[in-house]
């Protein structure tokens, strides 16, 4: 389908900002999709996320171990690491700008419906039942893509998810950060000696 639309607009300014609106196009209609049909699902009151909702857990859920590959789950256990990345990840998207966080809501939702999440390159299969073949297709497909939304598109959930999991304490040993710095506090002896030398 990428191949048929790449024919129809020409590598020119104007082909871009045709395909650009397309693709604004494509995710707006994804969120009203979504809404209409009742898969934007919205936040109970008692859940710990402020941000993800059911839907876009399982999207993660898909993606997280193939884009971490192996270095996921680490010393965890598979529940106990994706658990604590869907927390990170919700807390990190949350903190950014509403109209940051408005487009990542209109992506969520556009690859929750399955026609739309066919059109985007995905699989139309539930992300859940998603073979990681299918989901490293589409990873595949965003990534090398010529539009360049899903560039973006791919680009944003590569980087949340790294984000979100190099920087829980049981990822260091993966890539050989020591962690933060402790602070050793200086005893109180030693400062009234220097204090002491300085005066002298």
């Known amino acids: 389908m990428s191949s048929n639309i790449n024919e129809a607009l020409p590598t020119t300014r104007r082909g871009f900002l045709q395909l650009g609106l397309m693709g604004t196009a494509t995710l707006a209609l994804g969120s009203t999709v ?14 710990q996320f402020k941000f993800l909702t059911p839907e876009d857990r399982e999207i993660f859920a898909a993606l997280v171990p193939q884009v971490l590959s192996k270095s996921f789950p680490g010393n965890l256990s598979q ?19 509403y109209h940051n ?3 990542m809501r209109m992506m969520f939702d556009a690859l929750t419906v399955a026609p ?4 985007a390159g995905a ?8 073979s990681p073949e299918q989901v ?10 010529s539009i ?6 791919h680009m944003s959930l590569t980087k949340l998810i790294n984000i979100s999991w190099y920087s829980q304490p049981e990822s260091f040993v993966s890539t050989g950060y020591p962690g933060p710095p402790v602070k050793i506090p200086t005893p109180v002896s030693s400062i009234s000696s220097t204090l002491k030398a300085e005066r002298s």
Not at 79 to 97: F, G, K, N
Not at 148 to 153: A, D, P, T
């Open 34 to 47: 979504a809404t209409l049909t009742g898969c934007a699902t919205s936040l109970k009151q008692s859940s």
């Open 79 to 97: 529940e106990a690491a994706m658990q604590r990345v869907l927390l990170s990840l919700d807390d990190v998207i949350h903190t950014l700008q």
């Open 101 to 103: 966080r408005s487009q």
């Open 116 to 119: 739309l999440r066919l059109v």
């Open 123 to 130: 699989s139309w299969t539930r992300w859940k039942d998603m």
């Open 136 to 145: 490293n297709a589409f990873l595949d497909n965003w990534k090398n893509s």
């Open 148 to 153: 360049s939304l899903k560039n973006m598109g």
